[in-house]
């Protein structure tokens, strides 16, 4: 839209097709940000006479437009910083194996990766990535890096079937290897930080806020106003994290901050000052008292 103001354009074009969420995703920007702005959509207009990727193809080379790949290679992938995702070809049914050996750009897989596993050690301030193994860096190269690493691993491979916008069901592989690392490497240090009430309502506010983005709606009040609540759970995720990765797996091996509610004294077996074992006897009566109640009222109705 910044662009298409310093232009002078009265129209916007994309090249969505009219199954997608992109076609959502890029009008609803649009409409938020530059309203009085036309939108084109050519797979949706009439005078659109290509109604495949096929016979997109093959215009192309009728034009003397040489792509970068054949028809049998010709998945449908959007690519940017954060991951690549592939559909259509074999995927289109979902009772046939993705061809990984042809499929995969970022990565491998699991069975291909190294014999040994790697260990990667992160850090975070207020819940933003600092530093990759003892390097700080700004956290897009975070993330190049961690693309690196977990694509070697073969780190967050995932084949689902997605519920559209639209209303269909779709299919795709998605890679995103250092996405899947860095949620992990976060996780680890909320379980630590956050109280049980924050951390359970932030496990639901955070897929209420992917819900928002993947229906395109980033540019509204609701967008706004669940990012604040999730800033705010962020004040104190601060710390170490420590991993390993080997063969598709990110396995835990160690966590530290300075303001982990993980108390030792108390969740160790043994009786310590704060915690009594007989103090549970009476927090479980009245816990369950409605359990009880509820129990006793269907012996008496049933008579038994």
């Known amino acids: 839209m910044e662009i298409a103001r310093k ?30 702005l036309k939108i084109i959509a050519a797979w949706r207009s009439d005078k659109w006479t290509l109604d495949s990727r096929e016979s997109e193809i093959e215009y192309c080379k009728q034009h003397g437009i040489d792509l970068q790949f054949s028809a049998d290679n010709s ?29 995969l ?18 850090t975070f301030e207020q819940g933003v990535p600092k530093s990759v193994n003892g390097k700080e860096m700004k956290v897009s190269d975070i993330i190049r890096e961690l693309n690196r ?35 992990e490497a976060h996780q680890q240090l909320e379980e630590l930080i956050l109280d049980r009430d924050t951390y359970r309502e932030k496990e639901e506010m955070g897929n209420k806020l992917a819900q928002i983005v993947y229906e395109g709606k980033w540019f509204s009040p609701l967008r706004e106003a669940t990012c604040a609540f999730i800033e705010s759970t962020q004040k104190y995720v601060t710390g ?15 966590t530290t901050s300075p303001y982990s509610l993980y108390n030792e004294s108390i969740a160790s077996f043994t009786t310590g000052d704060l915690y009594d074992h007989h103090d549970a006897e009476g927090f479980i ?20």
């Open 75 to 103: 998945y449908s992938r959007d690519r940017n910083l954060w991951h690549i995702s592939h559909e259509g070809l074999e995927l289109e049914d979902p009772a046939n194996e993705p061809n990984f050996e042809h499929l």
């Open 285 to 304: 009566n009245l816990f369950g008292l409605s359990t009880k109640v509820r129990a006793m009222k269907m012996q008496e109705v049933e008579g038994k």
């Open 7 to 36: 232009e002078g354009a009265t129209a916007i074009c994309h090249g969505a097709t009219g199954k997608g969420n992109d076609q959502i995703r890029f009008e609803l920007g649009i409409k938020a940000l530059a309203p009085d």
């Open 149 to 183: 690493l977990g694509g070697k691993h073969g780190i967050g491979i995932v084949d689902i079937v997605e519920n559209r916008v639209v209303g269909m069901k779709s299919r795709g592989v998605y890679e995103t290897p250092g996405g899947t690392i860095l949620y």
């Open 105 to 122: 750009v970022l990565g491998t897989t699991p069975e291909k990766a190294p014999e040994e596993g790697e260990y990667v050690t992160m």
């Open 240 to 254: 170490e994290v420590k991993f390993k990765l080997y063969k598709g797996n990110i396995i835990k091996a160690g």
